[in-house]
């Protein structure tokens, strides 16, 4: 593991804030629950992880609405929020964070082209929902997701340690 992986840095703000983590992914289909559990240690601040890959997963694990699927889609803001907020609420979390996209190679439209990833936080008095576009391959997509959603959770651990 590198040194200054993401995921130890993650582990790093966590552990002495004394919060709890939980994962909804759909597209990273577990990767970002896999690399925060690289880290020794991890059980101390990582509760676990839902991956909900089909809509009925969504709904009946992480309480997304049907309503929210049919009119946003799986890879929206709207959908990512509900799995951030819906794995805070089944694993009695303080942080969700969450994951849904297009990995490709298929599966794109013109207004949702393969690569289109959403993901979300939700803390208590704070979420947030930022889109990407990742290039590459099927894989690709995911280790970047993976990558970009611990570094959402990062930002937000950096900005709640300053306070």
């Not at 990273?28 to 880290?39: D, E, F, K, P, Q």
């Not at 309480?63 to 709207?78: C, I």
């Not at 082209?113 to 930022?130: D, K």
């Not at 997509?141 to 709640?160: C, D, G, I, N």
Request: hydrophobic share 45%; aromatic share 6%; net charge neutral.
């Amino acid at each position: 593991m590198v040194e200054n992986a993401m995921e130890i840095k993650v582990g790093e703000l966590l552990r002495p804030l004394g919060l709890k983590l939980a994962a909804a992914e759909s597209c990273t289909g577990g990767l970002v629950g896999h690399r925060i559990t690289n880290v020794p240690g991890s059980s101390e601040y990582f509760l676990g992880g839902v991956t909900a890959y089909a809509y009925e997963a969504k709904v009946k694990l992480l309480g997304v609405s049907w309503d929210t699927l049919t009119r946003y889609g799986a890879v929206s803001r709207e959908t990512v929020l509900e799995m951030a907020r819906g794995a805070r609420r089944a694993l009695e979390a303080d942080i969700g964070i969450s994951v849904s996209g297009i990995a490709g190679p298929g599966g794109g439209m013109p207004e949702k082209p393969v690569g289109l990833t959403w993901i979300s936080l939700s803390a208590s008095g704070f979420e947030e929902a930022r889109s990407f576009v990742f290039p590459g391959d099927r894989l690709q997509v995911k280790e970047q997701a993976a990558e970009q959603a611990l570094r959402l959770l990062s930002e937000y651990l950096a900005m709640v340690s300053a306070r």
